[in-house]
């Protein structure tokens, strides 16, 4: 998938699957890359990476098979790391704790060069695959706003109408806790948490945007999916390393407790 043809899926808010990766590893990305995913979303906020391994990263995911873009959460709504993730060749950029309507306006401005925004120029590595022309540039980037606060949650419908904004993203831990969860799994909030998602994928859907979610696996993602959400993030390779390989150890003790008795009867 190109940039244009994921930018051009996630507007028309057609059904898109990503992965969601921490880890400063150019070569699990590189692999990543190939499995089939629409994007996969590089972590600069909580991931385990500085620039460099966000740039490495971002270079993988290109490699020959690839079927993903690179999409980065970005560390803060700031203009400064919105353009270093997009000069890198990001093609998205996911914006954290965006509260306000006007907070949507300012990433959007991050995003797009002037007179739309403001944007400095300097694609560096991102010319080679997205513009060097602005309008390119434009038609060819997205910007997605995540809702994970009460005060995001409270103005969902003001953002969603933001000119300019491609999309917004559920950040569901940090939205479980701003409901009043005391963990942010906390099944007491289930039926409020529910019925947040409820409104904020109504609200992007009445303003024609994309509406994505953080989900922890297939399953989770297919269901969210199926509810209405046009796009979903499948987490996490930190977590999907431990679970192999806890996987696997389990697998092998449980096999040679199974032999064990096997073999003595044997001697």
């Known amino acids: 998938m190109t940039p244009a043809e994921f930018t051009a899926a996630l507007r028309a808010r057609q059904r898109l699957i990503g992965y969601w990766s921490l880890l400063d590893s150019p070569v699990a990305a590189e692999r990543l890359a190939g499995v089939g995913y629409d994007y996969l979303a590089f972590d600069a906020q909580h991931g385990l990476f500085g620039y460099q391994g966000m740039l490495g990263n971002l270079l993988a995911t290109d490699t020959k098979g690839s079927t993903a873009v690179g999409v980065v959460r ?8 919105i353009g270093r993730a997009l000069d890198a060749g990001a093609t998205a950029v996911i914006v954290p704790l965006v509260d306000t309507a006007r907070d949507a306006a300012d990433a959007v401005a991050a995003v797009r060069y002037p007179p739309h925004g403001r944007r400095s120029y300097g694609p560096m ?3 080679l695959r997205i513009g060097p022309d602005p309008a390119d540039t434009h038609e060819q980037t997205a910007v997605l706003a995540m809702i994970e606060t009460a005060d995001g949650l409270a103005n969902v ?5 933001a000119p300019g904004l491609d999309g917004i993203y559920v950040g569901p831990s940090d939205l479980r806790l701003a409901i009043g969860g005391g963990t942010s799994t906390d099944p007491a909030v289930a039926e409020a948490f529910e019925a947040a998602l409820t409104r904020i994928r109504t609200a992007a859907a009445d303003a024609g945007i994309a509406a994505g979610i953080h989900t922890p696996d297939g399953a989770s993602a297919a269901r969210r999916l199926a509810e209405g959400f046009t796009f979903a993030s499948v987490a996490c390779d930190v977590v999907h390393l431990q679970q192999a390989a806890a996987g696997h150890l389990r697998a ?3 096999q040679a407790a199974r032999e064990q008795p096997a073999r003595e009867a044997d001697a």
């Not at 970005?74 to 790391?81: G, I, S």
């Not at 419908?157 to 109408?161: D, G, R």
């Open 157 to 161: 419908e003001e953002i969603c109408a």
């Open 252 to 254: 092998a003790r449980e």
């Open 125 to 127: 590595r991102a010319q």
């Open 74 to 81: 970005v560390e803060a709504n700031d203009l400064t790391y």
